[in-house]
Antibody, heavy 119, light 110 residues
Framework: QVQLQESGPGLVKPSDTLSLTCGVS?????????WGWIRQPPGKGLEWIGY???????HFNPSLKSRLTMSMDTSKNQFSLKLSSVTAVDTAVYYC????????????WGQGTLVTVSS | QSALTQPASVSGSPGQSITISCTGS?????????ISWYQQHPGKAPKVMIY???NRPSGVSNRFSGSKSGNTASLTISGLQAEDEADYYC??????????FGGGTKLTVL
């Protein structure tokens, strides 16, 4: 059974960099899938952040592209997200999820982790 | 990229059928059959219910069905049950190699 688990600081200061890791169990991230990040501000809807392919190809949400970095660590079977210059509007539950080979839908999702941007 | 448009809320009584719409544009809903629907209960992660317009993943009840016509995709839930009460989000792949979500619809089972 494939499981994903987000990890990282729950509190980040404004202007700092948000860093999250998604550990994957029960499935190799070197398989032909996209591995994605989606966030949800408190009480609001879902926003696609971006995803990374097992080959290293990456696609980002254009509105966040200038602040984003994504990477994979196949030796640890995990992938990571970095979002720089954060502000309060980046406060959200961040989910990682596996996407299909075409990058068109997500299953399964991690449980999500709340990241609050505050001084 | 603009979010897909969904009604803020819909409601129905147990046993009834409801439909949630998802309106997009030529760069997403119209142009691609890559529409997916997600169910999210409070405090939980989203769960895919429909992918590629009308396909159900293994384990999802056949009470859930999806369709598309023009710039609008739809999720229909038949035989409404109390456990169906949740938020529902549509999503579409786009021509810019990105993914866009709808604003979400709160389903209330009366």
């Amino acid at each position: 059974q494939v499981q994903l688990q987000e990890s990282g600081p729950g509190l980040v200061k404004p202007s700092d960099t948000l860093s999250l890791t998604c550990g994957v169990s029960g499935y190799s991230i070197s398989s032909s899938n996209w591995w994605g990040w989606i966030r949800q501000p408190p009480g609001k809807g879902l926003e696609w952040i971006g995803y990374i392919y097992y080959s290293g190809s990456i696609h980002f949400n254009p509105s966040l592209k200038s602040r984003l970095t994504m990477s994979m660590d196949t030796s640890k079977n995990q992938f990571s997200l970095k979002l720089s210059s954060v502000t309060a509007v980046d406060t959200a539950v961040y989910y990682c999820a596996r996407s299909n080979a075409a990058g068109t839908w997500f299953d399964p999702w991690g449980q999500g982790t709340l990241v609050t941007v505050s001084s | 990229q603009s979010a897909l448009t969904q009604p803020a809320s819909v409601s129905g009584s147990p046993g009834q059928s409801i439909t949630i719409s998802c309106t997009g544009s030529s760069s997403d809903v119209v142009g691609y059959n890559f529409i997916s629907w997600y169910q999210q209960h409070p405090g939980k992660a989203p769960k895919v219910m429909i992918y590629e317009v009308s396909n159900r993943p293994s384990g999802v009840s056949n009470r859930f069905s999806g369709s598309k016509s023009g710039n609008t995709a739809s999720l229909t839930i038949s035989g409404l049950q109390a456990e169906d009460e949740a938020d529902y989000y549509c999503s579409s792949y786009t021509g810019s190699t990105t993914v866009v979500f709808g604003g979400g619809t709160k389903l209330t089972v009366l």
